[in-house]
């Protein structure tokens, strides 16, 4: 069984590295293996953003790429592609004009994404769904 590129959700990295080698792991074992390629996702925190998700984010996954800091004085289309440009996709809590400007944006452009959280969420909540991502 090869494991070119991919992790195996749930299993640890000494397993995952002793797939790929050939050695027998508990998920040789399993029936189905579910494969994952692995891709590093980076973030754009918008000017919006609570700066406590995003210090939990980072607590949780210290080596992820999460750009913190706002791009201040920047209007949404501005913040759109900055974040596109840098291949990032942009956090934010704006949700009342976002999905607009990301559906005008997207006509012309191209983007790795939005993900809209509202404020209302609980923080832990959101840093749990960004980590899932």
């Known amino acids: 069984m090869r494991f070119s590129g991919y992790s195996v959700p749930g299993q640890d990295h000494a397993a995952t590295a002793a797939a790929r ?26 000017n919006d953003l609570d700066r406590a998700i995003v210090r939990g984010f980072l ?8 750009q913190p800091q706002p791009l201040n004085a920047v209007d949404d289309l501005a913040v759109l592609h900055l974040a596109a ?27 790795p994404g939005v ?8 923080r832990a909540e959101t840093i749990e769904h960004l980590v899932l991502v």
């Open 59 to 66: 607590r949780r996954l210290p080596f992820a790429d999460f």
């Open 115 to 122: 993900l809209l959280t509202p404020q209302s969420w609980p």
């Open 21 to 46: 080698s050939g050695h027998h792991s508990y998920a040789s074992i399993l029936n189905e293996v579910i494969l994952v390629p692995l891709v590093k996702v980076k973030f754009q925190a918008d």
């Open 85 to 111: 440009k840098a291949g990032r996709i942009l956090v934010s809590h704006d949700v009342s004009t976002m999905p607009y400007t990301f559906a005008e944006y997207g006509r012309t452009a191209q983007s």
